[in-house]
């Protein structure tokens, strides 16, 4: 299982946390604005997502990027 901001979701062998994000983004159960990830609390870059792969038992929490100056 993988929490997403307390929320548990079946695990996917063989995914990046991108992958992982999109499929929860088309159940439409997520924003898909830019979003700052933290993966069992260590910060991912944005362009790390895409590279880095879940394991089972991953905790995730995902917010919105912060804006402004």
Same mark, same amino acid.
């Given at each position: 299982?993988?929490? #997403? @901001? $307390? %929320?548990?979701?079946?695990?996917?062998?063989?995914?990046?946390?991108? &992958?992982? /994000?999109?499929? !929860?983004? @088309?159940?439409?159960?997520?924003?898909?604005?830019? /979003?700052? *990830?933290? *993966? @069992? =609390? #260590? /910060? !991912?870059?944005?362009?790390?997502?895409? %590279? *880095?792969? !879940? $394991? =089972? &038992? =991953? #905790?995730?929490?995902?917010? @919105? /990027?912060? #804006? &402004? &100056?």
């Amino acid at each position: 299982m993988i929490t #997403v @901001n $307390n %929320q548990q979701y079946e695990f996917i062998e063989h995914v990046t946390i991108a &992958g992982f /994000l999109d499929s !929860i983004q @088309n159940k439409h159960e997520m924003s898909t604005s830019a /979003l700052l *990830v933290i *993966v @069992n =609390d #260590v /910060l !991912i870059s944005p362009a790390a997502i895409h %590279q *880095v792969f !879940i $394991n =089972d &038992g =991953d #905790v995730l929490k995902i917010r @919105n /990027l912060p #804006v &402004g &100056g």
